[in-house]
Structure formats: structure tokens, C-alpha cells
């Protein structure tokens, strides 16, 4: 016994009581240590030690030695308060024994009670008798039940056959799970695989916020519409994905429709919707890009047809329109923000389609140009003190078309008017040419165009001069301009005799071209008429006669496409149709209708 192990009972004298079985365990609790640590070899081996004292002391005083070093090396207290320590802590596993004894005592106390009342309820303890009632436990002793081999085998035969039930189950588990796993192998790696793909291209794909899935990001850099740049990469049950952009999020495009006489003669191609299997995931992204484009575009011309009311342009409903003139007549232009998923089938002859794409492609074209032009703003570094804007303006793209198109109908309409000039003039026998305008762009139309050399030519200023020559009178030159950045988009000039004349209009310009072709054919009948003469203030043509003076009038009205001859007794009118022309010679028919 260690030293360590001393019990704290007092040693009992010859005139106290004998101890009682409570004190008696705790005496055997003290000195031995709990029940469960008596084994019946440790019994055996006191029992052996007593017999043979010296053998085992000196292997006990070996092995307690060893065990002294060790507990003194680990254990021994070294001041008062690990001595206090350790008393503590042999007190707390005194009590904790103790009261396993209690409670097996009063467990046994319970059982004994229902067999002998009296007895059992004796050595109860209180705190058990408020808890548990009396004879509350009951034992029972069982007869053994004898063998059945029979029985036994047919149980470990259900036994067995339960076992393999379960063994066979797991495996199918096992199986079902594995193909399960390759299934979602499959489908995780097809999956993966196009979001590979399509970010070797250059997509950017992030996690969407606050969402398990991903998501391809295809806004534009420099646009002012940020909802909606993003669609999400939604994985279907073979692992293809599908692209979702939203709820209400519909293909749209732009298209223009251009009418004459409220017949359609053109309209722009419309993207082909692309199908649900599109083979490729970045075909679908493209387009679900494009889409987000045309609804920007349209989005901005709206904005700026608002401030171009002044020049033609109108909004109604869905649809924004303005005309312009060709060498034809007159032509309306509707562009509007169709639905890809509806039919949009319009019946048209297609002769206009050309230029209906055409200005499709240069919207498109100047809305890109506003977003580099507005990242590169971006990137610029601000000037010192300046103050913050907050209005955006309308960007400008509508505006450079109209201006492009107004000019082209400029053009028409001033080669329209030298032709018809030329063809009364060339009527009434009176010699005279004709050099047209042209629209010049100053671009190299046989080689290669750059998006850069269409948006000079959409933004710079142009002009297209037509010249006249009325027989061997100095000519003069009809000249109309455009500039799209300045307040009057359009200019008209016409030169004669070194001297240049602004209007703001054609028609002004055209009245006034009229008056100077009529002075200029009265001088060329002065030249060719003997004895006439032109009064510049009164615009007559007159001359001595025999009875008093003769005078006649020359009146050209272009629109009208006549030219006249008036005297005080006829008129002589040359007209651009052949009934009701006079085919004389202007100067035979100023000799024949202004005679004596």
C-alpha cells in the first residue's frame, strides 16, 4: 500500500461499538479504492504475498519504489497549497464513492421492499423516499428456455439472408450512386466546359451576387444603360446551359421602314432569333448582346428626337419618323423596336432596302463611336475646379443622318431644278449646259472603309456645286453645303460674276436663280434681235417702231416648268411636255409677237 493511500479513520478502541456496514465499505472505499478496481487476480496476488512474504516484498518494494519515484516525481507537493490541494481532491473522490454506495444501497433498499416492507423501508434513505415510491423495482427470476436447434438455424438462416438483402441493397445504392456521380460528371463537365469556352473568348463570367449561379457579364463599356449587361448561366438537365436575362427581358432589335405613298419600298434585315439548341453558347451571348445594343440605340434616338422636333422629326407610339428626299419624291423613314419572338413580316418590293440597312448600320455604328468616345472621358484626367455635370445630353445620332440625307436631298433637288432649267432653255432654242453636283465623300470608295473615314464623313462639312452657261454669258454656280455640328445644318449659295449669294433656303435660291436666267436670256436676245435693248430696272425688252416703242417681258418659273414670252399681243410659252410647247425659236418669236 502506498503512502499516500493512509485512511483518515481513527483507530478504534476496545470500548467503541463494532463499525457498521456503511463505515465498513467506506473504510474498504478508503484503503482499496472503488469496487470495480477489486478483481479477483488482485486477491489472488495478497493472498500469494502473504504466503511468501520476503519474495514479494522485495519485488513490491521494487515496483512501489518505482512507483514512489514516479508519483514523487509527477505528483509530490511541494508547497502548503498543493498539499491542500490534494486533500481536496482526495475529499471529493471520498464523497463521490460515498454516494455511489448510497444509491446502490438505496437501490437494493427499493427492491427489498416490495418483498419485505417493513425491512426495505428501514434502510431507505430520505432523500430516496420523497423521489421513488416503495416497491417501485421488482425482480423476477426466468426459467432458461430450453434450445430449439431447429429454430436456431432457421434463424441464422433468416439472418443470413437478411444480411445478403442488406449487402445487395447497398450495392445497388452503391451502383445507383455511381451512376448518379457519373451522370452529374457529365453534365458538371459540359457545363464548365462552355463557360471555359466562352471566357477564352473574352467574356467576363463572375458568380452572380447573392446566387449560386453564374452569370456572363455582355454590357458595353461607355453606355449609359447598366441594367440588364448580364444574363444567367442556368444548367438544364443535360447540362447545356441556358441563358437567362431576366424576367420581361425579350430579343428586340431596331427597323427601319421606308414608305412612299404609304407604300413600304424598304425595310432593314432583322437578326435571325436563334434557336433553343444553338450549337455554340457564345452565339446565344452575341445575340443576347445585340438585343441589349438595338434597345440602347433606340433608347438614345429617343431621347434626341425630342430635341429634334424643329427639323421633321416625330415619335408615335413605338416608332420615331422623319422624311427625306430622293430623286424620286418623298420618302418617310419609320424606325422602330420590334419583338425577335413575333412575326414581323412586311410586305414590301425591297427597291429601298439598300438604304434602309444603310441606316441601320450607321446608327449602330455612331452608338459605338459614343461609347469609345465616352470611355475615353472617362479615362481623361479632369480639369482642375470644374464643376460637376450632371445633365447628360442626347448623343448625337439621329442628327448626323438627317444632316447626311437632307444634303443628298439638297443635291437632288439642285440638279433637278439646273436639268429642267436646261430642258426650257433648250426648248425655246437657246444654248446652254449643264454641269451637276455631286455628293463627294471624302473617302476611297474602291478600296477599304474604316469605321473612323464614315465618321468623318458623317461629322465633317460638305458641299456640291452645280454649275449653268447660258450661251456665251459667264456661268454661274449653285452650291449647297452641310454642317452637322453647327446650329443651320444646311446652306444654300449661288455664284454669278464673282459675287456670292446666301440663302437659307432652296426655294428662295431657286426663285432668285429664276430672275437672274430671265436677264441673262433677255441679253441673249438683245444679241441675237437687232434694234432691242434691255432695261435692267424695268426687266423689258424693248424697241423703236414705227407706231411708237415695242416691249416685251420674259417670265421662267422652273417649278411650274414654263417659260414665257409676252408681248402686248401674244405670248409665246415653252413648256417641259411636248403639247402646248411653241416650237419656235425664242428670238423668231420675239421678231414675229413684238412687230409694228
Known amino acids: 500500500m502506498a503512502p499516500n493511500d493512509a485512511a483518515l479513520t481513527p483507530w478504534a478502541s476496545s470500548g467503541e461499538p463494532a463499525p457498521t456496514l456503511g463505515q465498513r465499505l467506506q473504510q474498504l472505499q478508503f484503503e482499496r479504492g472503488h469496487f470495480r478496481d477489486i478483481t479477483e487476480e488482485s486477491l489472488r496476488a495478497e493472498m500469494a504475498a502473504e504466503e ?100 436456431e438455424a432457421q434463424n441464422r438462416i433468416i439472418a443470413t439472408n437478411v444480411r445478403a438483402k442488406s449487402l ?70 443535360e447540362g447545356s446551359i441556358t441563358l437567362e436575362r431576366g424576367i420581361g427581358a425579350r430579343p428586340q432589335a431596331v427597323r427601319a421602314i421606308l414608305k412612299r405613298d404609304n407604300h413600304v419600298v424598304g425595310t432593314s434585315r432583322l437578326p435571325i432569333l436563334p ?69 414581323n413580316d412586311l410586305a414590301s418590293d425591297g427597291s429601298q432596302d439598300q438604304v434602309a440597312n444603310a441606316i441601320m448600320l450607321t446608327a449602330r455604328l455612331l452608338l459605338g463611336r459614343a461609347h469609345r468616345k465616352r470611355t475615353k472621358q472617362k479615362a481623361e484626367v479632369p480639369a482642375p475646379m470644374k464643376p460637376k455635370e450632371d445633365r447628360k445630353e442626347p448623343l448625337q445620332i439621329l442628327a448626323p443622318i438627317l444632316v447626311f440625307m437632307g444634303h443628298s436631298a439638297n443635291v437632288h433637288q439642285i440638279n433637278a431644278y439646273a436639268n429642267s432649267v436646261v430642258d426650257l432653255l433648250k426648248r425655246a432654242r437657246i444654248p446652254a449646259t449643264v454641269h451637276k453636283a455631286r455628293v463627294e465623300l471624302p473617302i476611297d470608295t474602291e478600296g477599304t472603309i474604316n469605321t473612323e473615314s464614315l465618321y468623318e464623313a458623317l461629322f465633317r462639312q460638305s458641299s456640291a456645286t452645280a454649275s449653268m452657261e447660258i450661251a456665251s454669258l459667264p456661268p454661274f454656280k449653285l452650291t449647297v453645303g452641310s454642317a452637322p455640328e453647327d446650329v443651320v445644318w444646311h446652306t444654300f449659295r449661288y455664284t454669278k460674276e464673282g459675287k456670292s449669294f446666301d ?78 410647247s411653241d416650237a419656235r425659236r425664242i428670238a423668231t418669236a420675239l421678231a414675229e409677237i413684238a412687230k409694228d
Request: charge should be negative; proline fraction near 3%; aromatic fraction near 6%.
Open 52 to 151: 511468501n512474504p520476503d519474495c514479494s516484498a522485495n519485488t513490491d518494494d521494487g515496483a512501489d519504489e518505482q512507483e514512489d519515484d514516479a508519483q514523487d516525481g509527477d505528483q509530490r507537493p511541494t508547497t502548503r497549497q498543493d498539499l491542500y490541494g490534494i486533500r481536496q481532491q482526495l475529499l471529493t473522490h471520498v464523497g463521490q464513492a460515498h454516494q455511489d454506495i448510497m444509491i446502490a444501497l438505496d437501490a437494493i433498499s427499493i427492491l427489498e421492499s416490495t418483498y419485505a416492507p417493513a425491512q426495505g423501508a428501514a434502510t431507505i434513505s430520505q432523500i430516496a423516499k420523497q423521489t421513488v415510491p416503495t416497491a417501485s423495482i421488482g425482480a423476477d427470476v426466468w426459467a432458461r428456455t430450453p434450445a430449439d436447434p431447429a429454430r
Open 503 to 580: 440663302w437659307t433656303n432652296i426655294r428662295d435660291l431657286t426663285e432668285d436663280v429664276d430672275q437672274y436666267i430671265t436677264d441673262a436670256i433677255a441679253q441673249y436676245l438683245t444679241s441675237q434681235s437687232e434694234g432691242w435693248k434691255f432695261q435692267t430696272r424695268s426687266g423689258l425688252l424693248v424697241r423703236k417702231g414705227a407706231a411708237g416703242q415695242l416691249s416685251a417681258s420674259i417670265e421662267l418659273r422652273t417649278g411650274e416648268g414654263a417659260l414665257e414670252l409676252k408681248s402686248a399681243n401674244e405670248t409665246a410659252k415653252w413648256t417641259l411636255e411636248d403639247v402646248g
Open 275 to 343: 434557336e433553343e439548341r444553338e450549337p455554340t453558347l457564345e452565339a446565344r451571348v452575341r445575340h443576347a448582346r445585340d438585343s441589349l445594343f438595338d434597345e440602347e440605340l433606340f433608347h438614345e434616338m429617343i431621347r434626341e428626337s425630342r430635341n429634334l422636333y424643329g427639323h421633321g422629326v416625330s415619335m408615335k407610339g413605338n416608332s420615331i419618323a422623319f422624311t427625306y428626299d430622293d430623286a424620286i419624291g418623298s420618302v418617310k423613314v419609320e424606325l422602330e423596336l420590334v419583338s425577335l419572338d413575333e412575326s
Open 168 to 237: 445487395s441493397e447497398s450495392a445497388d445504392s452503391l451502383l445507383a450512386a455511381a451512376t448518379r456521380l457519373q451522370d452529374n460528371v457529365r453534365k458538371e463537365s459540359r457545363y464548365w466546359s462552355q463557360i471555359k469556352e466562352i471566357m477564352a473568348k473574352g467574356w467576363n463570367v463572375s458568380r452572380m451576387p447573392g446566387q449560386k449561379n453564374m452569370c456572363v457579364h455582355f454590357g458595353f463599356n461607355g453606355s449609359t444603360r447598366s441594367g440588364r449587361t448580364m444574363a444567367a448561366l442556368i444548367q438544364d438537365d
